[in-house]
Structures are given as C-alpha cells and as structure tokens.
C-alpha cells in the first residue's frame, strides 16, 4: 500500500489523513491483537509439520507480507475470518527468501531462527523496518552460533547454516526482543536444554512462548529473567491459538484520551501489561479505571509536566514514547524524556513543533516545554509509533492536520481512522 510518492515523479498516488480538532475523544475502542506478536507467530509455525489456526491476528501490512512470505515458501494460508488465519505448514521448500520481501520490515530476521530450527539453514535479507538507529543484530547471530550454528552476513543477506543445532546457556548482552524470539525459535527443535539469560520479558515474548508450547514446545519461563528450551523432535498442529491483545495499541489510545481530555474505555486489552503507562498518565493526572480486561481512561484537565524514562518491559515502552511525548507538549511545565533504547527516536518531535510545540530533542533525551494548545498543519510520519502520535496531534491540535507517508501506520494499526473516528474524531483519509 503507497502512500506519497514525490510529485516529480508526475503525482502518482497521495495518500494522506486530515484530521480537524481539537476533539475530545469518547467512547469504546476494541484493541487487536498484537502485532509483535503476530509477526513472531506467523514465522513459528514454519517449525510445525501440520495446520495450526491462529485467532485475534491483527489484519495489518506486517502480517500480510508475512503471509506471502509464507506462501512463497510453501504454506497454504487461508483466512477463515475477519482476524482468524489457518496455517497449513506441512509442505515447506527449504529455499531463500526473496531479499525484497524481507527488506521491507524488520520482523523478517525470525525467518532466521524459524527457517534454522526447521530446514537446518536460512538466507535472509538484511532485515528493514523503522529507522530508529543502527538497529544490530550481534545478539541473534551470538545466540545462532551457540547453538552450533555458522552465520555470514554478507551481500545484504544473512546466511546461517547448522548441520545440527545444539542446546546451550546464552546470556544476552543487551536485553533484545527479537534475539530473545530468535534463539527461542532455533533451539526448540534442538538437542538437549536452551538457556537464555538476561532475555526480554516483553508480553509478544510470553505469547510465542505460548504459541510453541501449545504445539507441543517445552518453553518455560519467558517473562522472566531466564528461559529454559528442552528441545522436542516435533511440533505438531491442529490447535487455536489466539494471539495476546496489543498493549502498544492499548497504550496509544489511553495517551489519545489523555491529550486530547477525552474519556476512553479500550478493550480487549491486559491491563497488568500497561502497568508502567498507567503509573505515569495518573503521575500528569488522568484518571484510570483498571478492569482487568479492559481499561478506562479520562482526563478532564491540562497534563502535569513528567520525566519519562524509556525501558525494557516492565518499564516505559519506548514503542510508546512518541504518543506520551504529545501529551507533555501540552503539559504545564517542562518535561524530559529520555530514550534509552533507540538512538533515534525523537524524529517526530520536529513535526511537532511544526504544530508550535516547544521540544528540543538532543541525542537520546529531550525537553517538552509544554504549550497551551498545538495547531494544525502538513505533517510526515517518519516511523510507525511517530505516525500514531500525529494522528494524536491533529485530533487535539486546533484546526487542519494533513498527516503524510502512511504505509508507516497501516503496518501496525489495524483501521486506525476508522477506531479514532468511533471516538468522535474528525478523520478522513484521503487520495488525490
Ligand atoms: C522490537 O524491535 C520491536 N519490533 C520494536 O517495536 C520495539 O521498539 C523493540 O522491540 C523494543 O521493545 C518488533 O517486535 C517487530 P530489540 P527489536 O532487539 O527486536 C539493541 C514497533 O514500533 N540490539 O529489543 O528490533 C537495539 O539496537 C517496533 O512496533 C543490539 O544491540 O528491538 C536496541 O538498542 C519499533 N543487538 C535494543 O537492543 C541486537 O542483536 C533493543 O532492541 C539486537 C538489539
């Protein structure tokens, strides 16, 4: 899906969201599921020989590119819903993955562990995604090569070859998501007992930790700060599975309900996976109903100024640092954050201040001198959660936004205007 091409080229196709406001937001909100779970399931089921039926799987472009990667692999996808998608992995071609179906986004790197458990090799384009910074990827091939595996990283592919793969004690340098998924992927079909120390506990982490042992895996421990794999000779299918409600999604709407002083209850969700994101929106003054299954937001007044500090869960999400940072664009008072995980992830806050905030980003902190009220103007997503906190402005901003380059947003948000716009939002998206 296109969203702005330059219009040098003639004014191909100009996808775009205008939003009038300011709005306060109100009403219901149904979360999918989760996207950084969903594109960690969808390459696990290369590891089982048989069908598996996967429920609450967010229809987004992520997923869809994975599914025809799949297919181009040999699986039969068939979506028996809405949101329910069969797998049937019991023909896979061990062949390479075309590089310009994997360069598209980031998630592609678990074709690596996926491709290694079941095939015993894999070749996989150097993996796209967000610009966020160097984005390495040293712990996945640390964690490949204890289990016995060579890995090249040569021409724009990663090869990784394994005439067996062994289990083995991994400690994880830096604490990663996707190497933690990765080294989970290639060991439980290994021989003998995989332990990661120092893993990520993020909830996508526990969720295909969830997925592999409803298969027949022996994954034990995943949230926690250590994981065992006792590796087993076959995954075997025939289950639903349903993938675990995206807290990121969760999170944006009640910073949405918070910047914009809506009222918002957003369900569908776990609220204990956004206990950090509750702390800190009372800590500006919201009011939040936790109900377990869903959660209740309001804000009835001007944010207080806060520090925010972006962690590994249970901390801060930096996936939702963007949309908290337009609700301290309007704080009162002056507001850091700082962005522990990726060097470069204040992009957005130039096209805030195209809305008259006040930030000044330097390096991996910021400052958030908060304004009374932001207004509308064009605006240009530069990565998938920035794309969601100028929607967030444009509602709260007075007046016009015109929101750009949306293939960011139709990655992760399944029909985000159409949510926003249940709310009371004014969105339309538009192609000229
Ligand atoms: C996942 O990215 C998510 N993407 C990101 O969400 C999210 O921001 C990130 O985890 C952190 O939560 C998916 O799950 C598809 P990491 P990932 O490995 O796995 C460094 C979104 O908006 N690192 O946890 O790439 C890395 O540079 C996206 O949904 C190494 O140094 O993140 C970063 O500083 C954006 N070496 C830190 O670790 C490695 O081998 C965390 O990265 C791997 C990572």
């Known amino acids: 899906m296109y969203s702005i091409f330059n219009l040098t080229n003639g004014g191909i196709i100009l996808d775009k969201l205008v939003i009038n406001g300011p709005t306060r937001l109100k009403g219901e909100v149904n979360i999918s599921g989760a996207k950084n779970a969903a594109v960690a399931i969808l390459p696990a089921t ?14 987004i472009s992520d997923v869809k590119i994975y599914c025809n990667i799949l297919e181009e692999l040999g699986a039969k996808i068939t979506w028996t819903g809405k949101n329910e998608i069969q797998v049937d992995t019991r023909n896979i071609s061990c062949k390479n993955v075309p590089i310009d179906m994997t360069s598209k986004f980031r998630a ?14 894999a070749e996989v384009g150097v993996p796209g995604g967000c610009k966020l910074g160097a984005r390495p990827i040293d712990q996945h091939i640390k964690g490949f090569e204890a289990l016995g595996a060579k890995v090249d990283v040569t021409g724009g592919k990663i090869v990784a070859k394994a005439k067996k793969l062994t289990g083995n004690h991994i400690y994880m340098d830096i604490v990663s998501v996707g190497a933690t998924i990765n080294v989970m992927l290639a060991s439980v079909l290994a021989e003998g007992t995989t332990t990661i120390d120092n893993p990520a506990k993020e909830p996508h982490i526990v969720d295909v930790a969830n997925f592999l042992n409803t298969m027949g895996a022996d994954i ?8 065992k794999i006792n590796g087993v000779k076959e995954l075997k299918g025939n289950i639903t599975y349903s993938v675990v409600p995206d807290q990121i999604e969760a999170g944006t709407f009640m910073l949405a309900a918070v910047a914009s002083r ?3 209850l957003i369900k569908n969700c776990v609220a204990e996976h956004l206990d950090s994101v509750i702390a800190k929106i009372v800590e500006v003054g919201a009011n939040v109903e936790d109900l377990g299954d869903s959660i209740h937001v309001w804000m009835n007044k001007r944010p207080s100024k806060a520090i925010i500090k972006t962690l590994p869960y249970p901390g801060f999400p930096t996936d939702l640092q963007p949309q908290m940072g337009v609700c301290l664009s309007l704080a009162d008072g002056t507001s850091i954050i700082n962005e522990s995980i990726w060097e470069s992830r204040f992009q957005y806050t130039e096209e805030l201040n195209k809305m008259g905030a006040k930030i000044t980003a330097q390096g991996k902190s910021a400052i958030f001198e908060g304004v009374k009220s932001l207004t509308g103007a064009p605006v240009y997503m530069t ?4 794309g969601a906190a100028l929607i967030i402005a444009g509602i709260s901003a007075s007046g016009t936004t015109e929101v750009y380059n949306l293939d ?7 029909n985000i205007e159409e949510k926003f716009r249940k709310l009371g939002a004014k969105i339309q998206r538009v192609t000229e």
């Open 408 to 414: 960011h947003i139709d990655r992760g948000y399944e």
């Open 220 to 227: 034990r421990g995943a949230g926690t700060d250590v994981i």
């Open 383 to 386: 990565d998938l959660r920035a």
């Open 46 to 59: 290369l590891l089982i020989n048989g069908v598996c039926t996967i429920d609450n799987m967010p229809n």
């Open 262 to 264: 809506g009222d918002i």
């Open 108 to 121: 592609s790197y678990y074709l690596l562990g996926s491709l290694l458990g079941r095939c015993g090799s």
